[in-house]
């Protein structure tokens, strides 16, 4: 029996869809039958990667994309230890691990301790992706209940959401009443991030990015301010923070102009948090940066955060603004989050 998925086959190309088997999950495994995959910059981040560097970060070729996953449990595999059953809607926690080590213990998959040793790699990015009709889950313990909520609409969740919730959890001491936050890019994680900001802190959200139409977005999921990403923002910041700057800037691009936005609107204390992987950097040195201000690289989150995210979901506090694509329409999607006409999230609906 053969499934349509959506693979990168050649370096350098754009990805295409293909027919291939589909996969008999293993003794531990679940195969899900695919009902959405999340569309992310970190796929175009490995189609980008030189043939040298993509071989060295280990990854195989052909690579069906897609580390947002959803789907229903179609088959479990041979001794798998689980209450889950035939047909339970679920989401995949994406950063796979061990599942023994001590962050794993806790959850945190996300910051294994021995998954580059052992080899373990989320799906999409190392594993067989979500962008297919089927694809098997290495361990029922990366499943979590998807219950009633729409799968095409929360998704993206999985990383989208839980990757803004990880980073701001984080920074949640620093932003109680009459603080603020700023978020640069309001993109697929920027929109999201601004709504959790908005469900669990008490600041005043401040969202920057290039484009207007994505500035629109920003303001309707709840931005309180939202500026043009351009030289003189972070004047405009210092403005509507009395001269303070921000107690939290969460910068979802990452690319070397908004790692300087962020660290020169940083408030005494502040937090900066650089989530985006636009291949930036920051020279830090005293008088560089505002006293004890601290800059965090966080990657993803926890399995207990993506539970949180999705409580946050059916609670009705954050929605994911989606377009979606056919399977067939994959290799489009990738071109619409290149040339970067997507307005919040893209998924892949088989
Ligand atoms: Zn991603
Ligand atoms: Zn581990």
Not at 15 to 24: E, N, Q, R, S, T
Not at 143 to 149: F, Q, R, Y
Not at 263 to 286: K, Y
Not at 320 to 349: C, F, H, M, W
């Amino acid at each position: 029996m053969l499934m349509k998925a959506l693979r990168y086959v050649e370096i350098g190309k754009p990805p295409v869809v293909v027919d291939i088997p589909i996969p008999k999950p293993g003794p531990g495994q679940v195969l899900l039958k695919i009902t959405a995959g999340g569309v992310c910059h970190s796929d175009d981040y490995v189609m980008g990667l030189p043939e040298k560097d993509y071989h060295e970060q280990g990854y195989p070729l052909p690579l069906t994309l897609g580390h947002e996953g959803a789907g229903i449990v179609h088959e479990i595999g041979e001794g798998v230890d689980s209450t889950l059953k035939v047909g339970d809607a679920v989401a995949v926690y994406g950063p796979w691990g061990c599942g023994r080590c001590h962050n794993c213990s806790m959850g945190k998959e996300n910051y294994c301790t021995n998954a580059a040793a052992e080899g373990i790699r989320p799906p999409g990015l190392g594993s067989q992706g979500s962008m297919a009709e089927y694809m098997i889950v290495d361990d029922a313990r990366h499943l979590v209940p998807l219950g009633d909520l729409d799968p095409v609409q929360n998704v993206s969740l999985t990383d989208a959401g839980l990757t803004p919730y990880h980073a701001i959890k984080n920074s949640l001491p620093k932003l109680g009443a009459g603080t603020v936050a700023v978020v640069i890019g309001t993109g697929g994680l920027g929109h999201v991030g601004i709504q959790i900001l908005k469900a669990i802190s008490g600041a005043t959200v401040i969202a920057l990015d290039v484009n207007d139409e994505k500035l629109k977005l920003a303001t309707e999921v709840g931005a309180d301010h939202v500026l043009i990403s351009d030289a003189s923002a972070a004047e405009k910041i210092r403005e509507l923070t009395g001269g303070l700057g921000a107690n939290a800037v969460f910068d979802f691009v990452g690319a070397n102009p908004t790692i300087a936005l962020a660290q020169s609107v940083a408030a005494l204390e502040a937090d900066i948090t650089i989530v985006g992987i636009g291949g930036g950097s920051m020279t830090l040195g005293f008088g560089s940066i505002a006293y004890d201000a601290a800059v965090r690289i966080p990657y993803w989150g926890s399995r207990a955060e993506l539970i949180e995210v999705l409580d946050l979901a059916r609670a009705g506090k954050i929605h994911v603004q989606t377009e979606s694509y056919t399977l067939d329409d994959g290799p489009k999607a990738y071109e619409d989050l290149a040339s970067n006409s997507i307005r919040g999230r893209a998924v892949i609906v088989p």
